[in-house]
C-alpha cells in the first residue's frame, strides 16, 4: 500500500503525461531531493504489479512507461476514482487537521498545542496553522473548540450535533486508513464490533420495504451507524434536544409513523431506542430517504419547483422546455428533503458528489442560479454540498432524451425524390442521432419556396451549382450509393462547429502574461476592461456572492467567470493566461475564461459548454499550451478533444 506521499506524487505524475521534474515534486509537496528519488523508486516497484514503471526523461523528468496496458489502464482507472472520489474532502491539505480531530473527538477532555506538537511531531506554529481548519469543519457541524487557559482546548457541542460529527470523523478515518498505509491511529470511534451494522441495516431495509421507501445506501449506512452510537453514547440520551418548531414538524409528518415502526422494530431485535433517538433518526429519513411521491400536503415545494423553471426559462431562452414535468417531480421532493436537513442540521456529503466537476459548464450555470432563487425565497445561502446535489436533476433533465443533445436541422434533397430521401434520414438519423434534432426531407422545386434559413444546412446529392441561391451550407453527398462517404459528413459537423467556435475565440481577446495573485485581482481586471463604469461596482460585488455559491468550475487550473449580460453582453469569450498559478478557492488556477451565457439559445450554450469542457479535463499542461496557441489553434484544439 502507498504512503501518503506516494499516492500523492503518483497521482501527480499519472496526470502529467509529458513529464514532472524532481523539482516541481519537491516544490509541490514539500520533501527533499533524497526522498524524492526514494519515492519514485518505492513507487516504481510499486507500479510493476500493476503492469508499468517510473522511468526518467532526459529533459522531462518521471514519466510512467507502461509494460502490460490493459492491467496498468484498469488500475489506473480504479486508482484516480479513489482520489477523485475523495477530493472534497481535501486529504492533502487536510491530512494534519484530521489528525487533530480524532485526538480530539478520542480524547474528549482539554489537550495542549504542545501536547499536540509532541505528538504529531510539528511545530507549533503547524498545529495552530491547523487548529484555524479543525475550527473550520467542526463549525459546519454546529460545534466548536473551547479553550481555557493553561489547559489547552476541547471540542464542545450539542449531543445531537455531536453524534452527527462523530458520523462524519468515522467516514474520515476509515477512508484516511484505506488510502494510506502510514496511518497509526485509532479509528474506533463506532463500536461497529459490538454491534452489527450489517444486522441493523436488515432491520432498516425491511421495514423500509414494506412502506414502499427508498433511501440511498450512502445515507442508508449514516442510518445504521448513528444507531449504533445511540447504543454506545446511552448515557448522553438526556442531552439530546429539539426545538419545539422541529418536534412538531417531525410529528406532523408523512414519516413519523414509519420512524416509529423502525424503532419498535430495533427494540424487539434487543436494542435500546427511545423517543429521543427515534425522533432523530426521524428526522435523517426525512432528510435523506427518496420519496415515490412528494409528501403530502406540501404545495409550497411543487409550486416553487415550478417556478424554478420558469426562472432557468427567463435566464436561458429555450431552456425551459427541458425542465418538464418529470424534473417538477424530482426537484419538488429534492425541496423537501433540503428543508428537513436545513431544519435538523443535517448534512449532505462532500465526496458524494465529487463527479460534477467533470460534468461541464451549463449545468454548473443553472445550479449557481437555481441557489440565487432558493437564497431570495427561503432567505438562506445554500451550503456548496446542497448545490452539487441538485445538480443530478438538473444535469439529468437536460440529458433524459437523446434528441436534447441534438444541435442541427437540416434539410435532405436527393435526385431520386423525397420517398428515397426519407429512407436516407431514418439511417442519418440513427447513425447520428445526438447530432441532429430533426432533418426534414424536401424536393429540390421546394427550395425556392420553402423558409430555408430556419435551418443550419442542406444535404443532397444534386451538384453544388444548381443551389447557387441558396444562402445556408451545403453538404453534397453521395453516399445514398457510397455509404463511406458519411465520413465527409463527421467532417462537415466539425467545420460547423470551427466556424461557430470562431465567432467566439478570437485573438485580441486572448491576454497572456497577466500577474493575477486571487480571485479578486481578477474581477477587477475584468470590471476595468469589459464592464461599463456604471456597473463595475455591482459586478465584483456579484462575482464575489456568486462564487462563494459554487465552486465546481475550479478544475484542471481553469477557472470560468460566467456574468448576466447587462455586464457582459458579448458573444466573444475572453481567456486570460497568467504567468503563474494562483490560489483560487483551495485549488491552483492558471487559465480564466470570461463569458456571458445569459439570455442565449440553449442550443448556443453548447458550444460554450464544449469549450469549457474540453479545458478542464485537457492534461496538466493545459495553461503552457494555450500560451503558444492562437485563436485558431485553440480552436483546432477543443474540436480534437
Not at 128 to 156: A, D, F, Q, T
Request: aromatic share 14%; charged share 25%; hydrophobic share 40%.
Amino acid at each position: 500500500m502507498l504512503s501518503f506521499n506516494g499516492r500523492q506524487i503518483l497521482k501527480a505524475v499519472i496526470e502529467a503525461p509529458e513529464g514532472i521534474t524532481a523539482g516541481e515534486i519537491q516544490e509541490r509537496f514539500g520533501i527533499y531531493r533524497k526522498n524524492t528519488y526514494a519515492e519514485m523508486e518505492q513507487l516504481s516497484a510499486f507500479l510493476e504489479e500493476h503492469g508499468a514503471r517510473i522511468k526518467s526523461v532526459k529533459n522531462k523528468g518521471f514519466q510512467i512507461e507502461v509494460m502490460i496496458s490493459d492491467r496498468y489502464h484498469k488500475f489506473q482507472e480504479e486508482f484516480l476514482y479513489i482520489n477523485r472520489r475523495n477530493q472534497y474532502l481535501y486529504f492533502e491539505k487536510n491530512y494534519l487537521a484530521y489528525q487533530i480531530l480524532f485526538k480530539l473527538v478520542h480524547y474528549d477532555r482539554y489537550i495542549s498545542v504542545d501536547e499536540l506538537a509532541e505528538i504529531f511531531h510539528y511545530s507549533r506554529g503547524t498545529i495552530s496553522k491547523s487548529l484555524k481548519v479543525v475550527k473550520s469543519i467542526v463549525s459546519k457541524y454546529h460545534c466548536k473548540l473551547v479553550s481555557r487557559p493553561n489547559y489547552g482546548m476541547r471540542l464542545s457541542g450539542g449531543e445531537r450535533h455531536k453524534r452527527i460529527f462523530i458520523l462524519f470523523v468515522d467516514k474520515i478515518s476509515w477512508r484516511l486508513k484505506v488510502m494510506y498505509s502510514n496511518v497509526s491511529y485509532d479509528t474506533s470511534f463506532i463500536d461497529k464490533e459490538k454491534f452489527s451494522a450489517s444486522h441493523i441495516e436488515g432491520i432498516i431495509v425491511q421495514c423500509l420495504n414494506r412502506r414502499g421507501i427508498c433511501i440511498p445506501y450512502l445515507y442508508l449506512t449514516k442510518l445504521k451507524l448513528y444507531i449504533i452510537i445511540s447504543q454506545t453514547r446511552s448515557e448522553f440520551y438526556d442531552d439530546l434536544s429539539f426545538s419545539p418548531e422541529q418536534r412538531s414538524c417531525l410529528e406532523t409528518s408523512g414519516i413519523y409513523s414509519v420512524g416509529a415502526e423502525l424503532a419498535t422494530c430495533l427494540n424487539d431485535a434487543g436494542y435500546c431506542i427511545r423517543e429521543k433517538d427515534m425522533l432523530m433518526f426521524t428526522a435523517m429519513l426525512l432528510g435523506y430517504v427518496t420519496r415515490r411521491e412528494p409528501e403530502a400536503g406540501d404545495d409550497e415545494s411543487c409550486q416553487d419547483a415550478e417556478e424554478v423553471a420558469r426562472y432557468i426559462e427567463g435566464l436561458y431562452f429555450g431552456a425551459g422546455q427541458y425542465l418538464d414535468g418529470e424534473f417538477i417531480h424530482e426537484f419538488t421532493c429534492y425541496l423537501q428533503g433540503m428543508k428537513a436537513r436545513l431544519l435538523y442540521e443535517l448534512h449532505i456529503d462532500d465526496e458524494s458528489i465529487y463527479q460534477i466537476k467533470q460534468d461541464g459548464s451549463f449545468t454548473a450555470e443553472v445550479c449557481r442560479d437555481i441557489a440565487v432563487f432558493i437564497g431570495n425565497k427561503y432567505h438562506i445561502r445554500l451550503p456548496e454540498s446542497e448545490i452539487l446535489s441538485f445538480s443530478y436533476i438538473v444535469h439529468n433533465s437536460f440529458q433524459r432524451y437523446e434528441k436534447r443533445e441534438a444541435k442541427y436541422k437540416a434539410v435532405l434533397i436527393s435526385r431520386y425524390g423525397i420517398h428515397y430521401a426519407r429512407n436516407v434520414i431514418g439511417r442519418i438519423m440513427q447513425d447520428y442521432k445526438k447530432e441532429f434534432y430533426s432533418i426534414t426531407p424536401m424536393e429540390f422545386s421546394e427550395i425556392a419556396v420553402s423558409d430555408i434559413l430556419q435551418y443550419h444546412f442542406i444535404i443532397t446529392d444534386i451538384e453544388q451549382e444548381r443551389y447557387d441561391f441558396v444562402e445556408i451550407p451545403l453538404l453534397t453527398l453521395d453516399f445514398f450509393r457510397e455509404p463511406a462517404q458519411s465520413r465527409l459528413l463527421n467532417r462537415f459537423l466539425s467545420v460547423l462547429t470551427a466556424l461557430e467556435l470562431s465567432d467566439i475565440i478570437k485573438d485580441e481577446n486572448i491576454i497572456r502574461n497577466t500577474d493575477f495573485a486571487n480571485k479578486l485581482e481578477v474581477y477587477q481586471y475584468l470590471a476595468g476592461h469589459y464592464v461599463s463604469s456604471k456597473f463595475k461596482k455591482e459586478f465584483i460585488e456579484e462575482s464575489v456572492y456568486l462564487n462563494g455559491l459554487l465552486t465546481d468550475e475550479r478544475c484542471n487550473r481553469v477557472a470560468s467567470v460566467s456574468v448576466d449580460s447587462r455586464f457582459y453582453s458579448k458573444r466573444e469569450i475572453v481567456i486570460l493566461l497568467n504567468a503563474s498559478p494562483f490560489i483560487w478557492d483551495n485549488e491552483p488556477v492558471q487559465v480564466i475564461v470570461f463569458l456571458n451565457r445569459k439570455q442565449r439559445n440553449y442550443i448556443d450554450l453548447k458550444v460554450l459548454n464544449l469549450i469549457m469542457t474540453s479545458f478542464m479535463h485537457a492534461n496538466l499542461n493545459l495553461p503552457k499550451k494555450l500560451m503558444t496557441l492562437n485563436a485558431q489553434e485553440i480552436i483546432e484544439f477543443i474540436i480534437q478533444k
